[in-house]
């Protein structure tokens, strides 16, 4: 991961050549990558996938591996909550490749932790939730694969358990968590989705007074879910990133400063980790020296260069996708530009910004030209 040009490079080259529906589209873009992309500049030209194209409906998902079907392991899924999940073909090689890329945010998402309470199943069960074999292979959650990478602490509590066919949260084992470390100033993390966190507060909110954990609780989210659903779970209203940390800490008794979000989608494997800013009342997120984010034009799709500039977020990788054609990726989410090179609020260098939302039916209208790929292959 030192020279992520050239990485990227031999990446776009190697999915043009493996991966069809890829070739197709390159082609009708005249773009060829071993021609094309000589400098960084060439980046911005690297044709996208939407991400509406690995959905199950649209029924071409196996055509977006740049390997034979026989030879991945599983089918990872994402959590959908529209009932039409995205369907991404690995092997393990990519998996690990993830669980690398983990080890680098290491000090950020585990610092000095000694207790974990998550909003999460065991990974296991995550993993294998209303599995199905498609084309000889399983579907996973990919959401359980990479919890299945992340190494929590000895002890961890997992308060989402498998009843049936469901997932329910254990509200009481998290009541009991936060009482017995009231007061306590221990170093501590309470990890999971955005909207059970949320739901889990505004219930006990109900029935018992706030705790103090104190300064060395870190609260680290993922998965979205501030649209007000997530998976099968749906309080039909929307969260802002203000509500919710002001909401969780107040109750908690832990510093604003102390949320960290991640956003990661099924289709890539370059998660971003965002810090939470009391003045900007949002997270801001870091671009990884290991991938790169272009923000596009919701109507051109050309791309933009300013702060306070939003529009598609498409991710480029040159890690863990050499059995899909992950390399680049636009998703129907909204960014803002905070900065192309340093953090305004920490000093970190790196190109900045924030996660406004998903924006629902104008990917597939704002991208034709990788749509047609549908009707060729």
């Not at 071409?60 to 991404?88: A, N, Q």
């Not at 000895?154 to 009991?176: A, H, P, R, S, Y």
């Not at 970190?348 to 406004?356: P, S």
Request: hydrophobic letters at 35%; charged letters at 25%.
């Amino acid at each position: 991961m030192n020279n992520f040009f050239q990485d990227l490079k031999e990446n776009v080259i190697n999915q043009y050549k493996q991966c069809q529906a890829y070739k197709l589209l390159c082609d009708s873009q005249g773009f060829n990558p071993s021609i094309n992309l000589n400098t960084e500049k060439d980046i911005e030209n690297i044709p996208f996938i939407a991400t509406t194209l690995f959905k199950k409906s649209a029924d071409i998902f196996k055509h977006l591996l740049r390997v034979p079907v026989e030879t991945i392991e599983k089918w990872t899924v994402s959590s959908s909550t529209s009932g039409d999940p995205s369907m991404v073909g690995r092997r393990r090689q990519e998996l690990m490749q993830i669980g690398e890329i983990n080890e680098r945010d290491k000090e950020i998402t585990r610092p000095y932790i000694v207790q974990e309470c998550v909003f999460y199943p065991e990974p296991e069960v995550m993993r294998k939730h209303k599995s199905e074999m498609i084309l000889g292979r399983p579907t996973e959650s990919y959401m359980g694969n990479l919890l299945d990478l992340f190494e929590f602490k000895e002890g961890t509590i997992f308060l989402v358990k498998e009843e049936d066919e469901d997932l329910t949260i254990d509200i009481d084992k998290f009541k009991n968590f936060i009482i017995k470390h009231d007061q306590l100033e221990e170093h501590l993390a309470i990890r999971g989705s955005t909207l059970l966190i949320f739901n889990a507060i505004k219930e006990l909110e109900e029935t018992m007074r706030p705790v103090k954990l104190g300064k060395n609780v870190l609260v680290h989210t993922g998965g979205g879910g501030w649209e007000g659903k997530k998976g099968n779970i749906s309080t039909g209203i929307a969260i802002t990133r203000q509500e919710f940390v002001e909401t969780v800490a107040s109750f908690l008794g832990i510093p604003e400063e102390n949320f960290i979000d991640g956003y990661s989608f099924t289709e890539n494997t370059c998660g971003i980790l965002g810090h939470y800013s009391k003045e900007y009342k949002d997270y801001l997120f870091h671009v990884p020296k290991w991938g790169k984010v272009i923000i596009r034009d919701i109507k051109t799709l050309k791309p933009l260069y300013n702060p306070g500039d939003r529009g598609f977020v498409q991710i480029l990788n040159a890690y863990g996708t050499d059995s899909f054609a992950g390399a680049s990726i636009l998703v129907d989410d909204i960014a803002e530009i905070v900065s192309m090179d340093q953090c305004p609020d920490c000093n970190k260098y790196a190109m900045t910004i924030k996660v406004i939302g998903r924006v629902k039916g104008a990917e597939a209208k704002g991208c034709g030209a990788t749509l047609n790929v549908r009707s060729e292959i």
